[in-house]
């Protein structure tokens, strides 16, 4: 019943389940009273220490979930951090729900995975929010801020035209697939230098200029390993969270969407550790 809970089956659907699989009536109410079971194991993989493996790589993200509060219902943000080892091993290694997305509750976040034991971060590896880059900067001042280049390259072109500005387009694709960071500043000057004083390209030339250092260290800090130019690991993790979140749309309190979201965290950060191939090769 737990297995099901966790693959994101509702609680009414897992008791028609039992029922129809054991021919014995299971009420709803008893499924969700054992889930909690789930509690403990959540809260102690969750409060894990983690100073036995240094973390020079951490991706973090946020995604908004719907919890009922004082008869309300609210929205509240998850922070979640990936850490990649200095092997290329990949883990989750931690998850916060708080009332917002700010510099506070990002520092606050940090400040929970640093008392684990969190140590030796070179790269931190997000989208370019600022609360979030504030606080990057405040919690791990020896660290680079590697913005993810998906999002910026979408933040360059939308801000051009999509008609007749297909050269522009390619060149921007181009750029952010080099490998080598003189060369990538080199074909950047002259991208902004042939574009920006054409208005429609202006506004994009500027947020290029004006981004590009932080769209690039991790062909300084990260060993030119592409996959830590972008946060797409966690996208892809944000969406696993969702496909079983949708289930349930609003969840009943904190501790029922602390319970859900972790055990689907422990289920994916499980398969990852079972997995034969590292995330990266250095």
């Not at 709803?28 to 194991?41: A, N, W």
């Not at 979930?65 to 929205?75: A, L, Y």
């Not at 991208?191 to 202006?202: A, C, G, H, S, T």
Request: aromatic share 8%.
């Amino acid at each position: 019943m737990l297995e099901m809970y966790i693959s994101g089956v509702s609680t009414r659907k897992v008791s028609q389940i039992v029922e129809e699989l054991c021919g014995k009536s299971v009420s709803k109410s008893f499924v969700s009273s054992l889930t909690e079971q789930l509690d403990p194991l959540v809260s102690e993989w969750q409060n894990r220490s983690l100073s036995d493996t240094v973390f020079p790589y951490i991706m973090t993200d946020v995604i908004y979930i719907k919890i009922r509060e004082h008869r309300r219902v609210v929205s509240k943000s998850c922070h979640i951090a990936v850490g990649i080892s200095e092997d290329g091993e990949r883990e989750i290694i931690g998850f916060m729900i708080q009332d917002n997305e700010s510099d506070e509750t990002w520092s606050l976040f940090f400040d929970y995975l640093k008392a684990r034991g969190l140590n030796g971060v070179k790269l931190v590896i997000s989208d370019a929010h600022k609360g979030l880059v504030k606080a990057i900067k405040q919690s791990f001042t020896l660290a680079s801020w590697q913005r993810c280049q998906v999002h910026f390259m979408r933040n360059i072109l939308s801000s051009i035209p999509k008609k007749e500005s297909k050269p522009f387009r390619e060149a921007i694709k181009g750029l952010f697939k080099l490998t080598d960071i003189e060369m990538a500043r080199k074909v950047k000057n002259t991208l902004v230098n042939d574009y920006i004083e054409q208005p429609k390209y202006r506004k994009a030339c500027e947020k290029l200029d004006e981004g590009f250092e932080d769209a690039f260290q991790y062909l300084v800090v990260g060993q030119a390993q592409s996959r830590l130019k972008s946060t797409n690991l966690l996208e892809r993790l944000n969406q696993e969270i969702r496909r079983r979140e949708k289930v349930i749309r609003i969840f009943p309190n904190h501790g029922s969407a602390n319970r859900l979201i972790g055990a689907v965290l422990i289920d994916c950060h499980e398969d990852w550790l079972s997995s034969t191939r590292k995330y990266i090769q250095f």
